[in-house]
């Protein structure tokens, strides 16, 4: 992993169980939470789990009161940019208006990022490759940024299969092709069953759901 | 189309474009506003109305002609947002026009936080509009059923010329699961609506006229008597409720949406421990599922009555345990969920609630 890594895609493609299960298992040092868009299960409701790891949040809630409803960003989000010892995660908001908050770090493309665009198939506005590739290049306009890599994350949640995986696959490898981009994780919930010689698109990701109780 | 990942405003939304939509007048709100977000985008694209209005107020005053018109209708909001929207829904219920009112609950009351919470109990089923109505109320616990009764809520506003509200929390709102769309839904007889104010051409000479004033108390008392026949029609028909670990319960939760997701973790947590708890889950707030209390076996040791609220719906199982049982409560509010363990707690050391 690059040392920034910001997160993108479709709202609901899982960018925030990513974002919080990449900072964990790659131990970086800080989870920026830039979304202003959904008003449930963000990053900042980890706070405690990830100052437990040595993770710092980042949120752009003012004092991290998780539950105000304000477009707010806070001034550190900078920090893990300029302080070049330290790896952080973004975790952007959804679609193009959530990669609309990279544009105030224009001044920042020389640094060494990745821009990785988070896909689920199941999600019917991102379930063909045409459409994965027009989000591309929406969210590559608003954001001033290039799209560095894909990250397969389909799934249906409890009810998912490993053919569900695998039928991601099929459809970002179409975008692959035609962009040229990497499919650089595959992400597999940790309760589905899998076969030891399976292969998957770049580095296989074992999901951790955090935010889903037993209950839902 | 097979199973998709939907978020439940959304699927409120694709269901209701599914249920034959026609209009969305609404204002935004969190946490429902990806029902307006998703509806602009596609309602607008297959030729049918999205209007934003400039309140609440306004909106459902918009419902209020569209229905008259003969339209399917629908405006979706959050607590204080519908309790804004209550004037219009009183006369709506006077002037019996069909429409769907979509009610994501968060914590209260004043503005409230944006969390979930189900302490809008009694603004949906005892109304926070005038006068003896009623409107239908169902409150679904997964975006399957929400999909399902939402498809389903313009047939029956139609049948019964009636609003139905589809009452969920902003966490069965904001949360995601894995849904059908193609599940099919009861089919109704829908007779033609030539009482919509719709012109003159199919009744030369005669106007149809959407009102709810009534300035003649006898004829107004006439209204109200079958508005009541109405909704005793409504109290025969359309019960649902689903019976959870009915098998000689010692004790029984009654619990509906998101809180009876948590206490069906509760319930297997003390079929572990060997205490077997069945479960109430009433689907319908209106009518009330009253029948179910009586299944409950004559030894059962209590009914716990379980809300994200400080017990409205305890009233209603009040009523329908009618002094049979002890009655208990635990309930949440502000926005906080409770973990299933807390549940268990409160069966292991249930108390009669005592009301002074």
Redo the contacts between chains.
């Keep these: 992993m690059k040392r920034i890594t910001f997160l993108t895609g479709y709202y609901g493609s899982g960018k925030t169980e990513l974002a919080i299960n990449l900072a964990i298992q790659n131990q970086v040092d800080f989870v920026v939470d830039l979304d202003i868009i959904n008003p449930y299960f963000r990053s900042r409701e980890l706070e405690e789990l990830l100052n437990e790891k040595g993770i710092e949040i980042i949120s752009s809630d003012m004092d991290s009161k998780m539950h105000l409803d304000m477009p707010f960003i806070s001034k550190k989000i900078y920090q893990p940019i300029n302080n070049t010892t330290k790896r952080a995660v973004y975790d952007l908001g959804g679609n193009d208006q959530g990669a609309k908050l990279l544009r105030q770090f224009d001044d920042y493309h020389d640094e060494e990022y990745d821009l990785l665009l988070v896909v689920n198939i199941f999600r019917t506005e991102t379930d063909n490759a045409d459409k994965i590739i027009q989000l591309i290049n929406k969210i590559e306009g608003i954001s001033g940024f290039k799209v560095t890599g894909l990250i397969n994350n389909s799934n249906l949640l409890k009810d998912t299969t490993i053919d569900d995986v695998l039928q991601g696959e099929k459809v970002l490898q179409t975008v692959s092709k035609k962009l040229g981009l990497d499919i650089i994780f595959t992400s597999i919930w940790e309760d589905i069953v899998i076969d030891d010689n399976l292969n998957v698109s770049g580095e296989a990701l074992k999901l951790k759901l955090y935010f889903r109780k037993n209950w839902f | 189309m097979a199973?998709?990942?939907?978020?439940g405003n959304?699927a409120i939304a694709l269901a209701a474009i599914k249920g034959g939509v026609d209009a969305f007048y609404g204002y935004p709100i969190?946490?429902q506003n990806e029902v307006p977000e998703y509806l602009s985008k596609h309602l607008l694209a297959n030729g049918k109305v999205f209007l934003q209005a400039e309140s609440e107020v306004a909106a459902i005053n918009m419902v209020y002609g569209a229905a008259g018109a003969g339209k399917r209708v629908m405006t979706s909001s959050s607590s204080p947002g519908i309790a804004l929207k209550q004037e219009g829904i009183s006369y709506i219920a006077a002037a019996e026009l069909p429409c769907v009112i979509v009610s994501v609950m968060r914590g209260g009351p004043g503005l409230g936080?944006?969390?979930p919470s189900q302490a809008d109990y009694y603004q949906a089923t005892r109304g926070g509009g005038n006068g003896d109505y009623q409107l239908i109320v169902y409150a679904p616990e997964s975006i399957q059923e929400t999909i399902d009764i939402m498809k389903e809520s313009f047939d029956i506003a139609d049948y019964y010329r009636n609003p139905v509200m589809v009452l969920v929390d902003?966490?069965i709102g904001?949360?995601?699961?894995?849904v059908d769309f193609d599940k099919p839904v009861k089919e109704r007889f829908l007779p033609e609506k030539d009482w919509a104010t719709n012109g003159t051409m199919n009744h030369p000479g005669k106007r149809n006229i959407a009102n709810s004033l009534q300035i003649d108390p006898k004829a107004l008392e006439q209204h109200n008597i079958h508005l009541q026949e109405k909704y005793n029609t409504v109290k025969k028909n359309e019960v649902r409720y689903e019976l959870i670990n009915f098998d000689d319960p010692e004790y029984v939760i009654v619990a509906y949406g998101?809180m009876a997701?948590?206490c069906?973790?509760a319930i297997e947590l003390l079929e572990k421990e060997g205490i077997s708890v069945g479960m109430i889950r009433p689907i319908s707030l209106f009518p009330y599922p009253k029948e179910a209390f009586a299944k409950i076996p004559d030894k059962a040791k209590g009914i716990l009555t379980c809300e994200l609220s400080q017990g409205q719906m305890l009233d209603d199982v009040l009523i329908a345990n009618n002094g049979k049982h002890k009655v208990g409560f635990f309930g949440r509010s502000g926005?906080m969920l409770p973990?299933?363990e807390e549940i268990v707690e409160a069966i292991k050391n249930f108390n009669e609630r005592v009301v002074k």
């Design positions: 199973k998709v990942l939907m978020k959304e969190t946490p936080g944006i969390q902003g966490l904001q949360m995601m699961e894995s998101t997701r948590i069906r973790s926005g973990d299933p």
